[in-house]
């Protein structure tokens, strides 16, 4: 189940999409991100790895302005994120979309009142286009129409997640925040899910960048994959990158029994 | 015919997107139409529908075709490809047929509520029977832990509010008797009215509103978490870990409460009447010990339990009646605390008909 992976031609000549510098973030005591450097490049699909509580959630939720840093900057598309307006902060936002864990669909809403929530929020479009437009995400993503009139207690676990990307999609973002989008989903519906996502980010132009665990889609969607470890990026590259580090972190998670197997199966 | 599309067809510019779509549609005449993708700054999925869909409305006069794309946009007008969303639609009734639809369910979820909590009770007798034939399944330290909750961290907000209305109806009562000469006997009305009715009354309202909200709250995340599962197939019986402690502890909890909130409301009264009506607080005490007898404190005291039992199973039922969602939880806290409120009064009014017709 391998997609073709396009090759970047070269890094250096790519737009810098996000770019963190010397974030440092920590709660109490204890310090969680310390001095962490990371690019991401535009229209890529990277892959963020790392043991548990080393971080990967609270640098996602940094960039997403959802908990405070200490230290450093963040530039989301070329603008850094505490020299914003409350204003410029509400523009940058609509070139987002994230998908949580947990999907965080609004209880109360169905599917499709959960995909208009940003659409009304942010643009003015005729109640035809509206439908129109939420049923097309939620056709894009996968899901049946009927959905569309479900709560999401109704749906189970995959529904949730391509209902919850359908939302983080509303606004055609430019940049999609995947939290573990596979976690909880069996292999089949994973594989699916890593092939809707390669498919989504080429029509779309998307840049995804991708909390996993999952080899499987660090080996069949990610152009390149970051490993964070005491409070920095350990490795960042393609995944030969990744295979021929020393760092016994890297090596035990790349060469442990479950990659053998990936990469058995799939490479 | 060749129209050229120019600049961005993105969801900011949807009204503009929307009307120039509209605009092609009007004024398109001679076929084949081309629309000519070369200006378009940028395209996305709304831009790609829009044109789609104009192309779909006019593919009865003739045929459309889209020239110039690139191929990214070629792919985005593929994804975006026109279909028909209008689904059958929903059959509509009539407010009138709505409204008695409405009163009919109503109808039947309280008849559901009455069988459910006669049930409940049934389950939660049975299970109290099993803790005192077999004391060691007796959890001591959770009825304790729950009597903190409800009735000692309850002591201020209850002890407050009984002392206001004590002062309230007393003023009132001043005011009005003192028209008539007869303002001592503001005292025998604050006195009976506050033992029989008001203390336990203005408790278990209160009680409902802290405690019953609380156990639903609790019982009902538990549901939504599985945790209620996990109790069961370790071989626990929910019932008898969660429920059998908190009803116990609002059963015993409820009469000391009642029996401050009393004292608190007397109080109350009696600096009223101090201050309004020029009754010394010896004289207030005398009086209030000839107008009420044993009798009017026990009415009031003996409703405490059973209060507490009405309150208890409520909130539990509701609590287990919790689904998966947050909002269904918000829900079931609403309703068990108007529902324990409602049965409060009215199980209150019962025990008014019961006494009178006892004489007691």
């Known amino acids: 189940m391998m997609l073709d992976r396009h090759h970047p031609e070269s890094l250096e000549n790519r737009d810098v999409i996000i770019r963190v510098r010397g974030v440092e973030v920590g709660f109490g005591e204890r310090t969680i991100l310390k001095g962490l450097d990371l690019d991401v490049y535009r229209g890529e699909i990277l892959g963020f790895v790392g043991g548990s509580g080393q971080g990967k959630s609270v640098l996602t939720r940094a960039i997403l302005g959802l908990v405070p840093k200490r230290a450093g900057t963040i530039e989301v598309l070329g603008q850094n994120l505490d020299e914003l307006s409350a204003e410029g902060r509400r523009q940058l936002e609509r070139h987002w979309g994230v998908l949580f864990q947990q999907?965080?669909?609004?209880?109360?809403?169905?599917?499709?009142?959960?995909?208009?929530v940003p659409m009304r929020e942010y643009l003015r479009l005729s109640d035809r286009l509206l439908d129109e437009l939420a049923m097309l995400k939620i056709e894009m993503v996968g899901l049946n129409p009927d959905a569309a009139d479900k709560l999401p207690s109704e749906l189970s676990g995959g529904m949730i997640k391509r209902a919850a990307l359908a939302r983080a999609l509303a606004l055609d973002p430019e940049i999609v925040f995947l939290?573990?989008?596979?976690?909880?989903?069996?292999?089949?519906?994973a594989g699916e899910f890593d092939d809707l996502i390669a498919t989504l980010q080429r029509t779309l132009g998307l840049t995804v960048f991708m909390v996993t665990h999952d080899l499987d889609s660090l080996y069949s969607v990610c152009d390149r994959i970051a490993a964070l470890g005491e409070g920095k990026i350990l490795a960042e590259g393609p995944i030969e990158v990744m295979l021929e580090s020393d760092h016994p972190w890297l090596r035990s998670y790349f060469h442990g029994k479950r990659a053998r197997a990936v990469m058995a199966g799939g490479a | 015919m060749a129209v050229r599309l120019s600049g961005p067809w993105t969801a900011p510019h949807a009204?503009?997107?929307?009307?120039?779509?509209?605009?092609?549609?009007?004024?398109?005449?001679?076929?084949?139409?081309?629309?000519?993708?070369?200006?378009?700054?940028?395209?996305?999925?709304?831009?790609a529908w829009t044109l789609n869909r104009t192309r779909h409305e006019l593919s009865a006069k003739g045929q459309v075709e889209f020239a110039n794309a690139t191929p990214e946009q070629k792919i985005l007008l593929d994804e975006a490809a026109?279909?028909?969303?209008?689904?059958?639609?929903?059959?509509?009734?009539?407010?009138?047929?709505?409204?008695?639809?409405d009163v009919g369910q109503s109808v039947a979820g309280a008849g559901k509520d009455m069988v459910g909590g006669v049930g409940f009770l049934g389950e939660l007798v049975s299970a109290m029977i099993r803790v005192i034939l077999h004391p060691r399944r007796f959890r001591a330290t959770a009825v304790i832990n729950q009597l903190e909750q409800i009735a000692y961290r309850g002591v201020p907000i209850i002890v407050l509010i009984s002392f206001l209305v004590g002062c309230i109806v007393s003023q009132q009562g001043i005011f009005q008797l003192v028209k008539f000469g007869a303002t001592p006997f503001v005292i025998d009305l604050i006195g009976i009215l506050v033992l029989r009715e008001?203390?336990?009354?203005?408790?278990?309202?209160?009680?409902?509103?802290?405690?019953?909200?609380?156990?639903?709250?609790?019982?009902?995340?538990?549901?939504?978490?599985?945790?209620?599962?996990?109790?069961?197939?370790?071989g626990l019986d929910p019932i008898e870990v969660l429920i059998v402690p908190r009803i116990m502890a609002l059963v015993i909890g409820l009469p000391l409460l009642t029996f401050i909130a009393s004292i608190a409301a007397l109080v109350g009264g009696g600096l009223t009447t101090w201050v309004y009506g020029d009754i010394s607080p010896d004289i207030f005490l005398n009086r209030l010990r000839a107008a009420v007898g044993m009798n009017t404190f026990l009415v009031g005291i003996i409703k405490a339990p059973f209060m507490a039992l009405v309150i208890g199973?409520?909130?539990?039922?509701?609590?287990?009646?919790?689904?998966?969602?947050?909002?269904s939880l918000g829900r079931h806290v609403t309703s068990s605390v108007v529902k324990a409120i409602f049965m409060v009064i009215v199980l209150d009014g019962l025990f008014a008909m019961f006494f009178a017709a006892i004489n007691y």
């Open chain 2, 82 to 101: 026109y279909r028909d969303f209008q689904g059958e639609p929903k059959p509509r009734h009539s407010r009138f047929v709505d409204f008695l639809v």
């Open chain 2, 313 to 327: 199973i409520i909130a539990t039922l509701e609590g287990l009646a919790v689904e998966g969602s947050a909002e």
């Open chain 2, 198 to 234: 008001l203390g336990v009354l203005l408790t278990s309202i209160m009680v409902a509103g802290r405690s019953g909200s609380a156990f639903t709250a609790e019982i009902g995340s538990m549901k939504m978490r599985e945790e209620i599962d996990a109790l069961r197939v370790m």
């Open chain 2, 15 to 47: 009204q503009k997107v929307e009307a120039l779509a509209d605009d092609i549609a009007a004024e398109a005449e001679s076929f084949p139409l081309v629309l000519d993708l070369s200006g378009v700054e940028r395209l996305d999925t709304l831009g």
């Open chain 1, 179 to 189: 939290d573990e989008p596979t976690s909880g989903l069996d292999p089949i519906g």
């Open chain 1, 103 to 116: 999907g965080a669909l609004f209880s109360a809403l169905t599917v499709k009142q959960n995909i208009q």
